[in-house]
């Protein structure tokens, strides 16, 4: 055998002796932690590469998040797309016409209000208010939550009334705060509107319109929303660089100091649980004790279902009241522990019990610049 190995296989052992030298990190031996972008304990501000090195793969490979014993979070991931109730399937015409419905004041008893009227597309699906008005400019209770990330999210409502998007778009209707109305009273409305007793003929194959084919169509309509490509569904996706070095310090902490993983993960950033902020003012004006007031049982007094974290910045004001105009004031309220609000000495007889604070909320240490950087990933959502 020729002891010359031909040049072929010359270029061949040169290239792996390179890229082993650059593994092993030198050819001095293996690599130190200053030739890796991450130590193998985490400083407590991490730079830029380290985290692009902890962040840079699938959802799936990260760092587990810090949470309280017993929380069952979801790892955080790109919005699917919504799933169809077997008894409610999509098509465009439907679509269409929940729309049409939607944007309708038809459906109000004043003729002024419609379903828009408090979620508009352009205020992220909200309203911008503190608390919604309705008819005959009543003011509610609570502020108007998106309604583009619906689909996936249930129960609805702040305090969980309805099991089904379907339901849901129905309570408005007949709220006599809200539009003033009546599910009947609409459905009759449509009846004699010869468009729509055409658009829902094509639709439900249906002779004569009821409430539940109402319900179904905007409820369609409102799946149809479900935002699936923001910056953060990007980066989830492999776009590394979707996300700036502040945005992955605010992704960090996040998922690590600031504790939010705790009540917002998995796609749709909600556990879709029930939690006590401690907003509740029980005893005052403003009393209102969500979840309690729809099941009675005492353990949910104070309670507010925890709200998808997607297009958030676009829907302030925060709260089920409205009472944080900002992103910053939400960030600083969770920081220092939530609202802890002290029972009276007595109740009255027949009081609804004094809620209980949420275990999760503690104070979390966090400084100016962590919070501004955990806002600048919150925009990416």
Request: hydrophobic content about 40%; charged content about 20%; overall charge positive.
């Amino acid at each position: 055998m020729n002891a010359v190995a031909p040049a072929g296989m010359r270029a061949a052992r040169r290239l792996v002796l390179s890229v082993a030298t650059l593994l092993l990190g030198g050819a001095g031996g293996p690599a130190t932690a200053r030739d890796t972008p991450c130590p193998g304990t985490l400083p407590a501000r991490p730079d830029g590469a380290c985290l692009r090195t902890l962040y840079g793969g699938p959802s799936g490979g990260w760092p587990a998040p810090e949470v309280e014993p017993g929380v069952a979070w979801k790892e955080l991931a790109p919005l699917p797309s919504p799933v169809d109730p077997p008894d409610n399937p999509s098509t465009p015409a439907k679509v269409a016409l929940g729309r049409r419905l939607f944007f309708d004041p038809v459906l109000s008893k004043s003729r002024q209000l419609a379903c828009a009227s408090c979620h508009d597309p352009d205020l992220g699906w909200a309203d911008g208010r503190r608390v919604s008005f309705g008819h005959d400019r009543q003011s509610g209770r609570r502020n108007a939550p998106s309604v583009a990330i619906s689909a996936h999210v249930a129960p609805l409502f702040w305090d969980g009334r309805a099991a089904t998007l379907e339901a849901q778009a129905l309570h408005p209707i007949a709220d006599p705060i809200e539009m003033g109305f009546s599910a009947r009273g609409a459905v009759r409305r449509l009846r004699r509107d010869a468009s729509y007793r055409a658009d829902f003929a094509a639709v439900f194959a249906q002779p004569r319109i009821d409430a539940s084919q109402l319900g179904q169509a905007i409820a369609a309509f409102e799946r149809s929303l479900s935002p699936r490509n923001s910056r953060f569904d990007r980066f989830l996706r492999g776009d590394t660089r979707a996300l700036d070095d502040a945005q992955l310090r605010g992704l960090h902490l996040f998922r690590t100091q600031a504790g939010c993983m705790n009540c917002h993960s998995g796609a749709a950033l909600t556990d879709n649980g029930f939690h006590n902020l401690g907003l509740h003012f029980h005893g005052r004006a403003r009393q209102d004790l969500g979840r309690y007031e729809v099941t009675g049982d005492p353990a949910d007094s104070g309670r507010f279902r925890t709200p998808s974290l997607r297009g958030v910045a676009s829907t302030a004001p925060y709260m089920h009241n409205g009472l944080i105009p900002r992103l910053s004031g939400v960030l600083a309220f969770y920081n220092v522990g939530g609202a802890r609000p002290r029972p009276p000495a007595s109740s009255p007889a027949g009081a609804a019990p004094f809620p209980e604070p949420d275990p999760l909320l503690r104070p979390r240490g966090l400084g100016r610049q962590d919070l501004q950087d955990i806002e600048a990933f919150l925009q990416t959502l």
